[in-house]
């Protein structure tokens, strides 16, 4: 799963977190993609608790 511009819409209107033009941009650069194999060829993904976790120490610095 990545972020994506209405993913984060939706944390705005659903959640009513409050998140800056910043920290949305900070949030896309990072998990707006997914993450690149790590030196075994792994790939991990992110599920909806990993981004949600993160978005929300983001917000809160």
Do not use: A
Request: a positive charge.
């Amino acid at each position: 799963m990545i972020v994506t511009k209405k993913y984060i819409r939706d944390l705005r209107e659903k959640s009513f977190l409050d998140i800056s033009v910043g920290t949305e941009k900070r949030i896309l650069e990072r998990f707006g993609k997914e993450p690149e194999p790590d030196d075994n060829g792994c790939r991990h993904t992110y599920t909806e608790q990993d981004l949600w976790e993160q978005i929300r120490k983001m917000i809160r610095n």
